[in-house]
Each structure stands twice: as structure tokens, then as C-alpha cells.
């Protein structure tokens, strides 16, 4: 009896093919806008956590937060690095880095207007802390020298961002001698350059952070107990996954809480549309009803097969919705990272659980919809239902 209700209420709604497919529309749509907010906010924060690695540890100015805001002097950056017992390369050098991030305003390509950008001042450890961040043109930049190199989302988004133009900034032109590309991390949207040249164009005699790769027999409670029990240093120190993961919950939250918020105003005209259908095809098909009552189909039958057909049109519209929100995976969002305030470039990310959600919000607005309609529909009486067909 389930599968002959549920052929009777799939064929109803093919006879219905216009007020079935606006309503399905109805909700596809906001099954799409809020499919891609979620899609905006996993983006963000994927791009943010996959810039850091687990083996790199951060070292900061205690309280500063980002790097922008650390200052660390000379003396304080070799104490943390003899702590440290960082990890060695080929050669046998610690690979262990001091950097320097200031933020510039630089203008964009297609607006003219200026938007900060993150410089990092690197050392060639930098890069093999890194191993990420590959070349897609040219070369990395020489130590001693005002040559630079930019990353994929700073090249698409910003004025004479190709090999060998200049960018001005610091009171000094700066060469683009290559282009990395770090796969959609937060690195993309970074201009890197030589540290000690930095730091003498821009007067500032400290570093930003010490960025080390743990020795693999060194574990990081012991590295950080060593570095935070050393009374001559106010530092805070992070794993580099974690550091970056704590950039993207401001905006995260952000954008989750404003997606929701309209998708629930959105919501409530797909429910009253769902609702107006389904109210119709109660009112259209008295006749077919009081016949199902007449031929043995119980109030509790016909309830489920207008909510069944409600669910069909949310199942439908929530399917078109997330069909066409997969497509946002091919285009790439910049704004302004509010815990740096530096520019960031990120991709919309779907995932199985934004698949999940979407479709379960799309059947619980085609639940909400259809439930009065079809409560009205089983309460009909038989005989009044033939005596009006």
C-alpha cells in the first residue's frame, strides 16, 4: 500500500508540472543560498587551517595574536631558537626562520581601489619550512635584493603583478622575479621577499615571528614548557596549523550566523509556496480523496501521501539547489581577513555534511509546507467529498 500511495503522489505532482516545478524552484533556491554559505564559510576556514603544518611551531610576542602585531627583538629570536631543538636539513642547519609581515596597500586590478596585502619578509629556510609553496613562474627571490615574488591569488587580483614589472611600496620599487602557487592556502594571497632588506626599508629592527619544524624525537609540549619556563622571554607559541585555524573563527562564525539568518527568511516563502501547492491540490482533488476513503484508504494513508508529495517537491528542489551551488567551486572570493586585515583569496569547498544539511534543510521545508494541507486532506469526510466532486 506504501508504493501504490507513493506512484499515486508522484503522479499528481508530474500532472502538476508548473506549480510543481516553481515551487521546487522556490526551494532549490534557498537550498542554494544556503548551501553556499556554507560552501564560503568551509572555504575560508579550509584555506586558513591547510596553510599551516603540524610540524611547524610559531612564536609570537605574548598576547599579539597575529604576527602583525608581534614584535620579537634579535636577542629574543636566538634564545627561542637554542630552545628549540628544531629539526635539521641536509646540510645540518636548523630549520628554523625569522620573518617579518607588514601589511601594504596596493591597488586592485579590476577596481583601482587599495586593499592590504601581507609582505612576509622570508629566509631561505622559509621555503623549506614551506614545501608548499612551489614556483609556477619564475624564481624565488635573491637574499640582499629588493626582488620579490607573489603569490597565484595576489598575480589575479593586483596591478602589475607580473614577472619583471614592479610594485611600489616602502618608498622603494620592487621587481616581481617569480610567482608561487601554495594550492589555495592562505600563502597565495602574500607577497614573500628577503627579510633583512625588508626590515631596513621598512625601519623595523624586530622580527614578526620564529617559525621552526620539530625535530621528529622532539615533542611539542616539551619545546614549548622550555621556551615559556625561560624567565627572559613574554612569548606565546602555537603548532602553525593551529595558529592559522584560530584566524578563520572570527569570519567563520561571521558568515555562518548572516547565511543562516537569510536562509531562514528566504525559507519562509519557499514554506508558504509549498504551502499554497499543496492547500491547491487538496482543493482540486476532493473527488480523487473521498474515492481513496470510499475504496479502503484510511485517514492516516491519505495524510501520508500529500506529505509525501511535499517531501518529493523539498527532495527535488533541495537536489537542483546543491546541483548548481557545486558549481561555486570553480570561482575564488577575496575579502579582508578581519583578525589580519590583510586581503585573502579562498574557494567555496562542498563537502559531504553541506550535501547532507542542504538536502535535509530542502525536506524539512517540504515538511513544514505540506504537514497543514495534508492534516486537512485525511480529516475530509467521504460522503461530503463525493457529494462535492
Request: hydrophobic share 45%; proline share 2%.
Amino acid at each position: 500500500m506504501i508504493g501504490l500511495m507513493l506512484q499515486y503522489s508522484l503522479r499528481n505532482l508530474l500532472r502538476r508540472r508548473l506549480t510543481t516545478t516553481l515551487t521546487a524552484l522556490g526551494m532549490g533556491l534557498v537550498v542554494f543560498v544556503f548551501a553556499a554559505v556554507l560552501m564560503l564559510s568551509n572555504g575560508l576556514v579550509k584555506t586558513l587551517v591547510t596553510t599551516g603544518s603540524s610540524d611547524n611551531v610559531v612564536v609570537l610576542r605574548k598576547s599579539a595574536g597575529v604576527e602583525m602585531q608581534s614584535q620579537i627583538t634579535h636577542e629574543d629570536a636566538d634564545i627561542i631558537e637554542s630552545h628549540s631543538s628544531a629539526k635539521t636539513d641536509v646540510d645540518g642547519r636548523k630549520l628554523s626562520a625569522r620573518e617579518l609581515v607588514i601589511l601594504v596597500s596596493l591597488p586592485k586590478k579590476i577596481t583601482g581601489k587599495p586593499a592590504n596585502v601581507a609582505i612576509r619578509g622570508v629566509t631561505d629556510k622559509s621555503y623549506k619550512l614551506r614545501p608548499v609553496v612551489k614556483l609556477s613562474q619564475g624564481r624565488f627571490p635573491r637574499a640582499g635584493s629588493t626582488e620579490i615574488a607573489i603569490g597565484k591569488s595576489i598575480a589575479k587580483g593586483f596591478n602589475a603583478a607580473e614577472i619583471g614589472q614592479t610594485f611600489r611600496f616602502a618608498m622603494q620599487d620592487w621587481v616581481v622575479v617569480g610567482i608561487f602557487d601554495a594550492e589555495n592556502r592562505g600563502f597565495n594571497s602574500e607577497i614573500w621577499g628577503d627579510v633583512n632588506v625588508l626590515s631596513q626599508f621598512f625601519k623595523r629592527n624586530v622580527y614578526s615571528s620564529v617559525i621552526f619544524k620539530l625535530n621528529s624525537g622532539n615533542k611539542f609540549d616539551g619545546v614549548k614548557e622550555r621556551i615559556l619556563h625561560d624567565p627572559r622571554l613574554k612569548v606565546d607559541i602555537k603548532r602553525e596549523n593551529l595558529y592559522y585555524e584560530e584566524q578563520s573563527e572570527m569570519m567563520s562564525k561571521f558568515l555562518t550566523i548572516l547565511g543562516i539568518s537569510l536562509t531562514l527568511i528566504f525559507s519562509l516563502g519557499a514554506i508558504i509556496g509549498a504551502m499554497i501547492t499543496m492547500y491547491t491540490a487538496t482543493a482540486t482533488r476532493t473527488a480523487e480523496i473521498g474515492t481513496l476513503r470510499a475504496l479502503g484508504f484510511g485517514r492516516v494513508s491519505i495524510l501520508m501521501a500529500f506529505i509525501s508529495e511535499s517531501l518529493l517537491l523539498g527532495g527535488v528542489g533541495g537536489i537542483a539547489g546543491l546541483f548548481f551551488a557545486s558549481f561555486l567551486q570553480f570561482f575564488t572570493v577575496s575579502t579582508m581577513n578581519w583578525q589580519t586585515f590583510s586581503e585573502l583569496a579562498f574557494t567555496f569547498s562542498l563537502n559531504f555534511e553541506i550535501v547532507l544539511s542542504g538536502f535535509a534543510f530542502s525536506l524539512i521545508m517540504g515538511f513544514a509546507g505540506g504537514v497543514l494541507p495534508a492534516i486537512k486532506a485525511s480529516r475530509m469526510n467521504i460522503v461530503d467529498s463525493l457529494r462535492n466532486a
